[in-house]
């Protein structure tokens, strides 16, 4: 199903998450409803624990709401099974985390590979992809490297292709500038940028940083867990 012009790509309606703690329970979000179109470069702020990687979370598919309704194009994550959820993790959104999360034992080349092969693709297709990923990234010579033998801006453009292998239509990133020097921060912020921008992938940017806030086309803050304000740039 695709979803029409007036339709969000994103619908979040009334979302909420509590974390049970023992005899207690902490909120991670309360009653958030959200409207992302397709296309839209979305900025999450808020301070530290406001809620912004229990929003990206729940929006990815990483984690399942305590009440509270998705629906990425009309689609009812709620009522989704397990391997319908593995699929839309895999194939419709790209994740991009600040600790990168690579597989230390894979090069550069393996790692952006591997979630295309998961999702049963043809390997010579997901490695042609992942060449032309590499190239824009300007990573290509270092396609043979493990992790552990790059920067922590290199293991960040790697991850970001891993995200895209799929050619996902969103993007979530949960401050992928954080581990990262200024430089090599404003080099991934402009990366995710031009994918939104010339790949037309939505994007869903948690940062603390004020590096995107010229970028995006709607700023949403987040604060003990739920919308305070919602400002839409032109
Ligand atoms: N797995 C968990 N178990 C218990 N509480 C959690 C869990 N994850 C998050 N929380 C709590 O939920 C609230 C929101 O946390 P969250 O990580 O979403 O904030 P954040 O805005 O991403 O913060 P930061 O900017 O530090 O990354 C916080 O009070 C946090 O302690
Ligand atoms: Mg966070």
Request: glycine share 8%; net charge positive; with cysteine.
């Amino acid at each position: 199903m695709k979803s029409t012009p007036h339709e969000p790509l994103i619908l979040a309606e009334r979302l909420t998450r509590i974390y049970p703690l023992g005899e207690s329970s902490v909120v991670g979000l309360q009653d958030v409803s959200l409207r992302i179109h397709d296309g839209a470069f979305i900025l999450l702020k808020g301070a530290s624990g406001s809620g912004k990687s229990t929003l990206l979370s729940l929006l990815a598919g990483l984690d399942r709401p305590t009440s509270g309704r998705i629906l990425v194009d009309g689609r009812d994550l709620g009522s989704a099974g397990a391997d319908e959820m593995t699929r839309y993790r895999r194939e419709t959104v790209g994740i991009v985390f600040q600790s990168f999360n690579l597989m230390p034992t894979l090069n550069v080349m393996e790692n952006i590979c591997l979630p295309g092969l998961l999702a049963g693709r043809p390997a010579s297709a997901v490695k042609a992809r992942a060449r032309e990923l590499l190239e824009w990234l300007q990573m290509v010579h270092r396609q043979r490297h493990i992790p552990a033998q790059l920067s922590g801006g290199e293991m960040q453009r790697v991850a970001i292709a891993r995200a895209l292998i799929n050619d996902p239509r969103i993007i979530f990133a949960d401050e992928p500038t954080g581990n990262l020097d200024s430089r090599n921060g404003r080099l991934v912020v402009e990366m995710l940028r031009e994918m939104n921008q010339t790949l037309r992938r939505t994007l869903v940017l948690a940062t603390h940083s004020p590096m995107a806030d010229s970028l995006a086309t709607a700023i949403i803050t987040l604060r003990d867990g739920t919308v305070v304000d919602t400002a839409w740039k032109s």
